[in-house]
T-cell receptor
Framework: AQKITQTQPGMFVQEKEAVTLDCTYD???????LFWYKQPSSGEMIFLIY????DEQNATEGRYSLNFQKARKSANLVISASQLGDSAMYFC???????????WGAGTKLIIKP | DAGVIQSPRHEVTEMGQEVTLRCKPI?????LFWYRQTMMRGLELLIY????????DSGMPEDRFSAKMPNASFSTLKIQPSEPRDSAVYFC?????????????FGSGTRLTVV
């Protein structure tokens, strides 16, 4: 079965430092998409960034970038210049086939310290 | 665009009662998904619809759960009878179905507590 692994259940990071959240995945698919979502304490799920398996460049969205290493099957999220508001759960997900169904990792709880 | 709208935000009910959760997807989105989130099991896909038709309900835990999508702008998830182990946050999400650069859009969720 396909699986998404987020090895860091929790992380503490000093404000303004860069953060890397790890995500690895199993797949035999040739075409797939990788997603990161943020879930703050208020509970909503917020889409952050997407990477297609055939995209040659790493995706970026503002302070978020995705370090995509296809051969290693990893899709780490990098947050530059962390802010207190970045404290949240972060979920990595992979879309299979047409991406209509996502497989989710267990999440990483990120706490930014002032 | 109002986003995906779920109601109620919170529901507390007694074991054995019927619970109905509601969802209004984003207009024009062809796909609708129901997820359940618990601490123990994380995010679980319960069922998803394409153009109002259920495509995969293999995640529905048991016959007590049912979902309908009578039209493109409304879906319900019903639990009858409810049990304490159904306590969770239930999310509805929708997707346009063409290109997934933006992923799913989630609703704010319904926090269900069955006592």
């Amino acid at each position: 079965a396909q699986k998404i692994t987020q090895t860091q259940p929790g992380m503490f990071v000093q404000e303004k430092e860069a953060v890397t959240l790890d995500c690895t995945y199993d797949t035999s698919d040739q075409s797939y998409g990788l997603f990161w979502y943020k879930q703050p304490s208020s509970g909503e799920m917020i889409f952050l960034i997407y990477q297609g398996s055939y995209d040659e460049q790493n995706a970026t969205e503002g302070r978020y970038s995705l370090n995509f290493q296809k051969a290693r099957k990893s899709a780490n999220l990098v947050i530059s210049a962390s802010q207190l508001g970045d404290s949240a759960m972060y979920f990595c997900a992979k879309g299979t086939g047409s991406n209509y169904q996502l497989i989710w990792g267990a999440g990483t709880k990120l706490i930014i310290k002032p | 665009d109002a986003g995906v709208i779920q109601s109620p935000r919170h529901e507390v009910t007694e074991m054995g009662q019927e619970v109905t959760l509601r969802c209004k997807p984003i207009s024009g989105h062809d796909y609708l998904f129901w997820y359940r989130q618990t601490m123990m099991r994380g995010l679980e896909l319960l069922i998803y619809f394409n153009n109002n038709v259920p495509i995969d309900d293999s995640g529905m835990p048991e016959d007590r759960f049912s979902a309908k999508m009578p039209n493109a702008s409304f879906s319900t998830l019903k639990i009858q009878p409810s049990e304490p182990r159904d306590s969770a946050v239930y999310f509805c999400a929708s997707s346009p179905g063409t290109g997934f650069i933006r992923g799913y859009t989630f609703g704010s969720g319904t926090r269900l507590t069955v006592v």
